[in-house]
């Protein structure tokens, strides 16, 4: 039976409407924010509400071996849920319901919910779900489960696995197995849970995740400094690092300054090479003494110019403006966008390892950063039309990938591998560890089918 003839099938098992076929919209779900050129068009989409509506969708892939692309609000910077002739498309979007229990202090939710959903359904308990990823407003608790998302206040707070209690997966043969729960300790058996937190969908689905719930952040100071280099920025990291753990600690280099003024108009200071975006959220004295460490280190290490605030409105304002940092870069071209992580200590080679590759390869890479944990996001500027710019963008893209690895560092801190970095996943963690990775692979997902080219 071809994969044509066994489409009916599907259509049989799953409500009117629920497998989507027409090619304009299957053209809407070949890519991801990612923009992989090399995106296939698949056989169909499928929008579940339910576990067992997933359930149904793997049986029918693992019975006719037809990959199965898991996709959550597609905004994926990694290639994690481009399409592949011939596959199947699962969208999460549908998946929707959710509950709080303030007594637990634990959301129940299933994937397609927003970050940005989940929060505000917190603090209506008055609770707060920390991971705040730069585009928390589009993506979906799914993809960050995924991808082991992070954000701007993960350098104190975390990232997502440590909220992850517990989750419902559907295994690559059907089976849906419900891993940990809202319990705060739990140490019985192997920590699966773990497992599939940043597994990007190639272990099994999820459909269901509990999530640990904080009370609500304290007011925030933030801190604001300009500073002439990129390199004199970095430095300012490391100082304040060394002495105390802020809520956040954000870098923007030049280019995304003036992106970002053109975008927001807030008369930052485009004469800047760098600026930092610090909070501290401690209460009394000690925020008091933690704006001083970071206000002294700033000026310490040359800042231009320091400003601080317990304003909340003036610290969201910038807040926002790292927040719109890609999306303001994005007006100057389209992006190959990076996501590499070094040592704190080794965060100043990295950002003046970046600038020698731009001048090199005659790029423009733009880097902005949850300095604070040493993750940055270099964007390459390039355009797609211009063949040599392209193989310029390119090679780029490769060489901050070796760089970031060459410092003990990462190929990705929290977009995930995809199918855009893989190539570079040996050189990081060598061939032990990639043998070991085929090894789960295979005995979780023995024909491949979920989604194939991913990771491996």
């Not at 000026?299 to 003036?314: I, K």
Request: proline share 7%; with cysteine.
């Amino acid at each position: 039976m071809t994969t044509t003839t066994a489409l009916p099938e599907l259509l049989d098992t799953l409500p009117a409407g629920m497998v989507v076929t027409d090619p304009d919209i299957l053209e809407s779900y070949r890519r991801d924010r990612a923009m992989d050129p090399d995106a296939g068009t698949p056989l169909a989409v499928v929008r579940p509400t339910s576990t067992e509506q997933v359930q149904a969708v793997v049986r029918w892939c693992a019975r006719h071996r037809i990959g199965l692309i898991t996709r959550g609000a597609g905004t994926s910077l990694s290639g994690g849920s481009t399409a592949v002739d011939g596959a199947i498309v699962l969208s999460t979007e549908a998946m929707r319901t959710l509950h709080i229990d303030p007594v637990t202090r634990v959301a129940v939710t299933q994937p397609g919910l927003l970050n940005a959903e989940v929060k505000a359904a917190a603090a209506q308990q008055g609770l707060w779900y920390p991971p705040d990823p730069s585009s928390f407003e589009i993506c979906s608790i799914g993809g960050n489960v995924a991808t082991n998302a992070g954000g701007l206040c993960c350098v104190k707070y975390g990232v997502t696995t440590d909220y992850v209690l517990g989750m419902q997966v559907v295994l690559a043969d059907g089976t849906a197995v419900r891993l940990g729960g809202p319990r705060l300790k739990d140490s019985a058996g192997l920590p699966l849970t773990k497992m599939f937190v940043g597994s990007e969908g190639t272990l099994g689905i999820v459909t269901e995740v509990t999530l640990r719930l904080l009370p609500p952040q304290p007011p925030a100071c933030t801190v604001v400094g300009t500073f002439e280099t990129v390199h004199q920025a970095s430095e300012a990291v490391l100082e304040i690092t060394a002495r105390i753990r802020p809520a956040m600690l954000e870098f923007m280099d030049s280019v995304a300054i003036n992106a970002v003024e053109d975008m927001l108009h807030m008369d930052l200071d485009r004469t800047a090479g760098a600026m930092l975006v610090a909070q501290t959220d401690a209460p009394g004295a000690a925020g008091a003494a933690e704006v001083a460490v970071i206000t002294e280190a700033f000026t310490r290490c040359g800042s231009q110019e320091v400003f601080a605030t317990d304003d909340p409105a003036e610290g969201e304002a910038f807040t926002v403006a790292r927040r719109v940092a890609i999306p303001a870069v994005e007006r100057i071209g389209p992006l190959l966008l990076e996501d590499v992580g070094v040592p704190l200590p080794q965060l100043p080679a990295l950002v003046d390892g970046i600038a020698a590759i731009a001048a090199a390869r005659d790029v423009i890479i733009s880097v902005i950063a949850h300095a604070g944990d040493g993750n940055t996001h270099p964007l390459i500027v390039y355009n797609p039309d211009d063949a040599d710019q392209y193989t310029r963008a390119q090679r780029a893209f490769g060489e901050v990938m070796d760089l970031a690895i060459s410092l003990g560092g990462t190929i990705t801190g929290e977009h995930g591998v995809g199918r855009l970095k893989k190539d570079w996943l040996p050189d990081q963690v060598g061939p032990d560890v990639m043998a070991l990775t085929r090894r789960i692979k295979d005995a979780l997902d023995p024909e491949g089918i979920l989604n194939p080219g991913v990771i491996l």
